[in-house]
C-alpha cells in the first residue's frame, strides 16, 4: 500500500512558527548604510590582511566575483569596474548586529541570534494570516532605524524557516518575505526548490541524494527516513522530519557555554624576530582573556602555535605547537601572557640563512571551566582576587574608552611599525562605537 505524500498539515506543530530574519549582504550593508553614495554600487568586504573577498553586494556578484576570491587575483577587475572595496570594520559589523537584534526583540516573544546577521524569532503567538503583515512591518522598521535591508523567511521548524528565507530572498515578487506555515505556500514551493538549497545539505550529502533520484525539497521530504539515516546519518533523518513540519531543533534562547577558545591572526607582513612574535602572541592572550572574562570561564592550559606560509617557496618551512600548563585555571591576561609567552621561549630556534618567515600565530584553549567553580591549586595558587580588580580596571578602560586603549605593555604600543598587526588599510571610521570616528554632519 502507498503511503500518502506528507503534507504540512499531517503533523501538528501546535502552530509552531519560527522566522528567520537576515541581513542582505551584511557587511557592505553596514558600509552602505553610513556612505549613502554607494547605493546600487558594486561593493565588496575583504577578510583579515585584506585577503579574500567575504561579503558581496548582488552588483558585485554580477561582475563574477565569487566568495572567496583572492582580492590580488580580482585587484583589475575591481579597478576596471569600479568596484568599491573595503577591509572589515568588525567592530561596526558587530555594533549594527546588536542594534538590529534590539529591534527584534521588539516583534518577538523570544529570539536566537544564530550569527552575526541571522536571528531566528518565535512568532508562534502572532496569529497565521498576520504573520506576514508583521514580517513586513519588521523589515521596514529595521531599514528605517538601522540602514540593514534584511529578508524574512517563516515556517513551523528552523529549516523551514531558513528555506524560506532563501526562497524571499531569491524570487523577487514575494517583497522579502515567504510564509511556509501557509500550507498553500509550503505546497507550492516545495516542489520548485533544488535540494541542495536546503540547511545541512553539503556537498557529500547532495551527491548522495542525488543518487537516490532526488532532485527538489519535495522529493527529499517524501523519502523513508530510515534509507536517508543509513546514507547521512541522524542529521539526514532530522532534516527530512523538518521538512514535514516536525520540530527537531528547538530555538535556543540561552548560549551554549562556550567549550574552547581561539585567537589567531595572519601577520599584516612575515615576523623573523623574537620580540615581535612574542608582542604578537601576547597581543592575542590579552584578546583571550578578555573573551574568557566577558563569559565567566577559565583555563588552565593554553596551546600557543606559530608558522610560516606555504607560499614562500624560497624559504624554509617551519611549524610550532605547544602545550602550556598552568597551576589552575585563569581568565587573568597577565597569567595567559606569561604562559604563552613561556611556550615561544621553549619552541623558538635562532634564524638560519635564509630565515624562517613566520606569516601566522594565535593562542588555544579547550576545556574552558566556570572560574568561580574551578578547582585551586594546592601549590602554586593564584591570586585570584588581585588579578580580577586588575582586570576589571582594565576592561573597564577599554570598555569607556575602545579596545586597546589600555593595554599590557608586552603587548605594545606601536604595533604596525613590527609589522605583526593585521593589516585593514581600505576600513571605514567605526562610526558608532569610537568617540573619534563619529560621522560629522556638514551643513
Not at 16 to 36: M, V
Not at 369 to 389: K, T
Amino acid at each position: 500500500m502507498t503511503q500518502p505524500k506528507p503534507r504540512l498539515d499531517d503533523k501538528s506543530g501546535g502552530g509552531r512558527a519560527i522566522a528567520l530574519i537576515d541581513g542582505n549582504s551584511f557587511y557592505c550593508s553596514c558600509e552602505r548604510t553610513f556612505d549613502p553614495k554607494l547605493a546600487g554600487l558594486p561593493v565588496i568586504v575583504l577578510s583579515n590582511n585584506d585577503g579574500c573577498a567575504i561579503a558581496r553586494t548582488a552588483e558585485a556578484k554580477a561582475l563574477g566575483i565569487k566568495m572567496g576570491d583572492p582580492y590580488f587575483k580580482i585587484r583589475d577587475l575591481c579597478r576596471a569596474q569600479g568596484v568599491r572595496v573595503f577591509s572589515s570594520n568588525y567592530t561596526l559589523y558587530g555594533d549594527m548586529s546588536a542594534r538590529t537584534n534590539a529591534v527584534y526583540r521588539g516583534f518577538a516573544s523570544a529570539i536566537e541570534i544564530y550569527s552575526i546577521d541571522e536571528s531566528f524569532l518565535d512568532l508562534t503567538d502572532v496569529r497565521p494570516d498576520r504573520r506576514v503583515e508583521l514580517a513586513r512591518d519588521l523589515r521596514a522598521t529595521v531599514r528605517a532605524w538601522t540602514g540593514i535591508p534584511t529578508c524574512v523567511g517563516i515556517g513551523p521548524t528552523k529549516t523551514l524557516a531558513k528555506l524560506a528565507n532563501h526562497i524571499a530572498k531569491s524570487i523577487a515578487p514575494l517583497d522579502g518575505v515567504c510564509d511556509l506555515t501557509d500550507p498553500d505556500a509550503y505546497a507550492h514551493w516545495l516542489g520548485r526548490i533544488h535540494v541542495g538549497e536546503v540547511w545541512g545539505i553539503g556537498r557529500a550529502s547532495l551527491a548522495k541524494l542525488e543518487a537516490m533520484g532526488v532532485d527538489t525539497v519535495a522529493d527529499l521530504r517524501d523519502l523513508d527516513p530510515r534509507p536517508v539515516r543509513k546514507a547521512m546519518t541522524v542529521v539526514g533523518e532530522r532534516i527530512i522530519h523538518e521538512l514535514r513540519g516536525v520540530s527537531c531543533l528547538p530555538l535556543g534562547l540561552m548560549p551554549a557555554q562556550r567549550k574552547g577558545c581561539a585567537v589567531t591572526r595572519s601577520f599584516g607582513s612575515r615576523v623573523e624576530d623574537r620580540a615581535s612574535l612574542a608582542q604578537a602572541v601576547s597581543a592575542h592572550a590579552t584578546r583571550l582573556g578578555e573573551k574568557l572574562r566577558r563569559e565567566g570561564l577559565g583555563t588552565d592550559h593554553v596551546t600557543v602555535f606559530f608558522h610560516t606560509s606555504e607560499h614562500d617557496r624560497d624559504h624554509p618551512q617551519r611549524s610550532v605547537s605547544t602545550v602550556v600548563t598552568l597551576p589552575e585555571a585563569s581568565n587573568d591576561s597577565l597569567v595567559l601572557i606569561k604562559a604563552a609567552l613561556h611556550g615561544i621561549a621553549k619552541t623558538w630556534r635562532p634564524q638560519g640563512d635564509p630565515p624562517w618567515r613566520y606569516s601566522k600565530a594565535g593562542v588555544i584553549t579547550v576545556d574552558l571551566v566556570p572560574l568561580v567553580a574551578s578547582q585551586r591549586a594546592l601549590i602554586g595558587q593564584l591570586d585570584r582576587e588581585q588579578g580580577a580588580a586588575l582586570m576589571a580596571a582594565l576592561d573597564a578602560c577599554n570598555a569607556r574608552f575602545g579596545r586597546g586603549a589600555v593595554v599590557p605593555a608586552r603587548v605594545g604600543l606601536e604595533r604596525t611599525r613590527t609589522g605583526w598587526s593585521t593589516k585593514f588599510e581600505m576600513r571605514t571610521p567605526r562610526y558608532t562605537t569610537q568617540i573619534g570616528e563619529l560621522p560629522v554632519a556638514i551643513a
